[in-house]
């Protein structure tokens, strides 16, 4: 299986994505409608970067986020 990370900064943004081979990733922003899908162009590509990223954390899932307040 292939493996994208997106690295979010202090406020939750993104900061960073990699993925482990080469693939185009859009970001859709509803909320500006003239402007809202954005290409992302400074894809890290490589597993070494993939495993940076994760670094040996513990891997959880979507259902065990941390609550946003």
């Not at 993925?19 to 859009?26: F, G, L, S």
């Not at 859709?28 to 597993?47: A, E, F, N, T």
């Not at 070494?48 to 065990?64: A, K, L, M, N, S």
């Amino acid at each position: 299986m292939k493996r994208i990370t997106f690295t979010m900064d202090e406020r939750g943004l993104v900061h960073r994505i990699c993925a482990d081979e080469d693939v185009e990733v859009y970001i859709v922003c509803p909320g500006i409608p003239r402007d809202r899908v954005y290409r992302w162009s400074s894809l890290q590509v490589g597993p070494e970067h993939v495993d940076e990223e994760i670094d040996g954390w513990p891997v959880g899932d979507r259902d065990h986020l941390p609550a946003r307040h």
